[in-house]
């Protein structure tokens, strides 16, 4: 069994705003999408997912319909507002800027550090 | 989605939760069963995996950012549930606080209509009000009003403002229709459009009318126009005779128009009164207003002022020496109302506060009774501050509710209550309820909701959960018990501070009511008198009308005996004059002693029964051009001819260069009224011959002329009889301002009934609340020690010993209670002293008496409890343990 990860701070946000920029998506299929495409290695506790879902409704960045899935079943399909693209784009850019940062610093020689 | 959304559809809100949640769970279970697991398996694993659908629930809630409005409105909702369940309490902490705030409130509305609010002109807040100031000071000060040659200059040379001068005339209305004695306002033609007022019908003076010579014109109160023109439009142009003078009228002034807050009937302008006095620079008789003109400030108008005062001072050195003026912002001046409303602010503040100490405690005993359910909701989640939120909630609920009550109380009260104010509430119709009043019955709600509230919320359990729970609801913190005993001896002192008021002032009343007032109170009227207008012309022709009209009403059955007086006791208006019993020109600036100098005809004596001490009174012998006589009263003997014979002494008074001969001593009389004389700045009376009056002055002491009549019946049914009996040849001859002597002295005590008769009420309520407040927590405090008292009583304690127990408990919160009360009241009393005319230093025996009044009423509300406690069952209360 491959190791699991607790998400940094804050990333949950990040990752449901991409996975929600795809196309609307229920609660559910956000909380399958992120257990697949991570390998499993992402482990997000599905309790928070909810609670995430709700905090960036209401702060605009994304909104919701009722709609029917495949089986036929009504659920709560989530959409990507105009400001949440913005954020996804904000938030993206500054995420690579980090990781590019952290990895350069992990390069550094052990001597170097001294 | 806006928070009002959410919050107008919180119902929707959960349905769509809880359906996504459980869209999750079945969605998850399904796939588990496709992977192999039995439905029921798939369903628990599914609800693990999700972290249990409620507390998801619960995290999404908070996540929606609203959460506190709704908790708030579950808490208000939650609060109304629990007054529902305790209607007895809910009603008694209603009650008590609807009475409380609905008092504060009453008592702000009056100070904000009467104190603070602005005059209904125009732009009132450039209003200023000029004054002529001295820098010297006799007996009445050195804050003149204006002399009419003085305001026009003041008129001419200032630039930063515009001016306006106005004096009130009292005469006789004598054409059209049945004569009418009114007060007229003689102003100076610009007053009107300063204020902003305009007549309802016709039109306002003109500037040109505003002058000696000009055709005669004048304005006429609503009232008028209805009374005597029917509110006929023929009443512009047609003619009026006012004080003897005839007028055209030319226009109808609104009915809601007043100077300050007096009323006029007749408007006629200064510049056309052909009187002398209007010339003299020494006749100080006007107001003068002034308006500030845009972008000039108090300041500058004030050293306009000064510059002109220097001049005339140079210029006009016998009548402006050391003399200038002074501008101030136009406020309204109430004399001691203020006092009184702040008085009565404070007495229903203390009211209030009783009332909040009694909702404390009992909140608090509820809240401890509670404290097993308050330690189970904490075990489940709940944080202390959402349960101190919650307190707070419920308290914040009663508060708001029982504010809105007393704002109902205030609005009811208001009116009765403005009516009721002795003597009559100044500027009655301003009080009202607006929005400045409504803010303060918020502002008092919601502090007094957080007075009442705080302890209660600040016991919120936090620590020691568990042994809480495991002890139920017996346990009793001692630091509770410290607080309970801190509401009820808060209470006791608010209610002694209240009690030794009501009791200081319950004491001054009796003491006045039983003071001599040096006259003969039984069976006296006094009416204010108006000559025929044409008799006025001449001083023989006016002293000779005097006469025959008290021949003519001593013929009325019934009367005994009657004068004229210039100034009657105890009513208001006085008249001080300076007097020398050595030579001098009162003139001349110097500081003389002051005497109230009364003219008078020689039955007064007679009518009112003052005392005749030594020497005679004044006879018809004492008559023009006989030797000046003068009868002085014992205080005046005292002060002017200390340890000697006043008989036959000389008196130089400040009417007449002559001296005076002191031919008689008489009893003082309590001119200022029963309560205020002691206190009086000048209490010396003189009394002279109205017979003997200088002809200058006849004329302006016949417009301040009296009647006072001895009857043999009651005085009152005599009134309409001598209205027909001195009406005289013309027609025209009227009485005014008609009182009896027993009326005047009732009148002269009635700030003091009626600051009595509140703090009565008020330290009534404080003593209920008090009492309430000592039953409640004693019945609480017995009630948490039943089990001790079982073991107490089954160790073999007797009923009375387990009742002195309770009592000695309650003893101790009375007497630490009065002991912080003694303290309050040594302020309270005070500031009554200052405040009221006629209230000494309390005596010991009226603060025994109020102490003891509490005590007594503490320890009944005590004994109850106290007795149920004595006759607890042992075998019953061991068990409940």
Request: aromatic fraction near 8%.
């Amino acid at each position: 069994m491959p190791a699991k990860f607790d998400l940094p701070q804050g990333t949950l946000d990040l990752l449901i705003l991409k996975i929600v920029a795809l196309g609307p998506v229920h609660g559910y299929a956000i909380a399958q999408r992120l257990h697949q495409v991570s390998r499993d290695v992402v482990q997000v506790p599905q309790g928070s997912l909810y609670p995430a879902l709700h905090r960036l409704e209401n702060r605009g960045f994304l909104t919701a319909d009722w709609k029917d899935t495949e089986t036929g079943r009504e659920a709560k399909f989530y959409r990507l507002t105009r400001k949440g693209r913005a954020q996804l784009e904000a938030e993206s850019a500054s995420w690579q800027k980090l990781t590019e940062a952290v990895s350069l610093i992990l390069a550094l020689s052990e001597g170097g550090a001294e | 989605m806006t928070w009002w959304y959410r919050l107008t559809h919180l119902r929707k809100m959960e349905d769509q939760l809880d359906k996504e949640v459980r869209f999750h769970v079945e969605e998850l279970a399904a796939d588990l069963v496709a992977r192999g697991h039995s439905p029921a398996e798939a369903r628990r694993l599914a609800r693990i995996e999700l972290g249990g659908p409620e507390q998801v629930k619960e995290d999404c809630r908070d996540a929606r950012g609203t959460r506190w409005l709704e908790d708030f409105f579950q808490d208000v909702r939650y609060a109304m549930r629990t007054f529902r369940q305790r209607p007895g309490f809910a009603a008694v902490a209603l009650l008590s606080l609807a009475l409380g705030t609905g008092a504060t409130t009453l008592m702000f509305s009056l100070i904000d209509g009467v104190m603070l609010k602005p005059f209904a002109y125009r732009d009132p807040g450039h209003l200023v009000r000029l004054e002529e100031r001295t820098d010297w000071s006799n007996a009445l000060g050195n804050i003149w009003a204006f002399t009419y040659p003085n305001f026009l200059d003041c008129r001419t040379e200032a630039r930063s403002m515009d001016l306006a001068a106005w004096t009130t005339v009292r005469a006789t209305l004598s054409e059209p229709g049945a004569a009418e004695f009114l007060y007229g306002l003689e102003a100076s033609h610009e007053l009107f459009s300063m204020l902003g007022v305009n007549v309802e019908l016709g039109r306002m003076f003109l500037p040109e009318e505003d002058k000696p010579g000009a055709q005669p014109v004048a304005l006429i109160s609503h009232g008028v126009w209805q009374s005597h023109f029917g509110a006929s439009k023929d009443a512009l142009g047609a003619g009026i005779l006012f004080d003897g003078r005839p007028y055209t009228v030319v226009g109808i002034m609104p009915a809601a128009f007043r100077m300050e807050d007096d009323r006029y009937d007749v408007f006629t302008l200064v510049g056309q009164d052909p009187s002398p006095f209007i010339q003299n620079r020494r006749a100080h008789a006007f107001g003068v207003w002034g308006r500030l003109k845009p972008g000039a400030s108090l300041a500058q108008a004030q050293t306009e002022l000064t510059v002109v005062g220097q001049r005339l001072a140079k210029e006009y050195p016998n009548s402006n020496k050391g003399r200038t003026f002074i501008a101030q912002s136009l406020k309204p001046d109430v004399g001691d109302t203020k006092e009184t409303l702040y008085l009565l602010l404070g007495a229903v503040t203390l009211v209030l506060l009783i009332a909040c100490a009694n909702i404390a405690s009992l909140l608090l005993a509820r809240a401890i009774s509670r404290q097993r359910e308050l330690a189970m909701r904490a075990a489940l989640g709940a944080g202390r501050g959402r349960l101190a939120r919650q307190c707070l909630t419920e308290s914040g609920v009663l508060a708001l509710a029982g504010g809105a009550l007393g704002v109902v109380l205030a609005a009811i009260a208001m009116r009765p209550f403005a009516l009721f104010w002795p003597g009559g509430l100044p500027r009655a119709q301003e009080v009202q309820l607006n929005w400045r009043v409504l803010l303060f019955a918020l502002g008092v709600s919601l502090v007094s909701g957080l007075l009442f509230g705080l302890a209660p919320a600040l016991r919120a359990p936090a620590r020691h959960l568990e042994q809480t729970l495991r002890s139920g609801a017996r346990n009793l913190a001692g630091g509770t018990h410290r607080l309970h005993g801190v509401f009820v001896v808060s209470e006791i002192s608010l209610a002694v501070v209240l009690l030794v008021s009501g009791g200081l002032l319950a004491r001054t009343l009796l003491r006045l009511s039983a003071l001599d007032p040096g006259v003969d109170l039984h069976n006296v009227l006094t009416a204010r008198t108006a000559l025929s207008p044409a008799t006025l012309a001449d001083p023989d022709r006016t002293r000779a009308a005097w006469k025959f009209l008290l021949d003519q009403a001593r013929t009325v059955p019934g009367v005994e005996a009657i004068a004229t007086v210039d100034t009657v006791p105890m009513r208001e208006g006085s008249n001080p004059t300076n007097y020398s019993v050595v030579p001098a020109n009162m003139d001349d600036g110097r500081d003389y002693p002051t005497v109230l100098a009364n003219s008078v005809s020689p039955d007064y004596l007679k009518v009112t029964g003052i005392p005749l001490r030594r020497g005679r009174f004044l006879t018809g012998q004492d008559r023009k051009g006989a030797q000046s006589v003068v009868v002085i009263d014992e205080v005046m003997a005292q002060q002017a001819f200390p340890g000697q014979d006043p008989i036959g002494k000389p008196v130089w008074i400040g009417i007449a260069p002559d001296p005076a001969i002191v031919v008689g001593v008489v009893g003082h009389v309590r001119q200022w009224g029963l309560a205020a004389d002691d206190q009086a700045k000048f209490r010396a009376q003189l009394y002279y011959p109205f017979a003997q009056v200088p002809d200058k002055l006849v004329h302006r002491w016949s417009d301040l002329m009296s009647i006072a009549v001895r009857t043999r019946v009651d005085p009152l049914t005599l009134v309409e009889p001598l209205r027909r009996a001195i009406r005289g040849a013309t027609g025209d001859q009227v009485l005014y301002e008609v009182n009896t002597f027993e009326g005047l002295a009732t009148a002269s005590l009635a700030r003091q009934r009626f600051l009595l008769l509140l703090f009565g009420i008020f330290a009534s309520v404080a003593l209920l609340l008090a009492c309430i407040g000592i039953y409640g927590v004693l019945a609480y405090l017995t009630s948490q020690r039943v089990p001790e008292i079982g073991v107490r009583m089954a160790l073999g304690a007797a009923s009375p010993s387990v009742m002195w127990m309770v009592l000695r408990q309650s003893l101790t919160m009375i007497v630490a209670g009065v002991i912080v009360g003694a303290a309050g009241s040594w302020f309270a009393t005070k500031s009554l002293v200052r405040l009221v005319e006629g209230v000494r230093a309390i005596d010991p025996a009226t603060f025994a008496v109020m102490i003891a009044v509490l005590i007594l009423a503490a320890l009944i509300a005590s004994f109850l409890p106290a007795r149920r406690a004595s006759r607890i069952d042992p075998l019953k209360a061991l068990r409940q343990e």
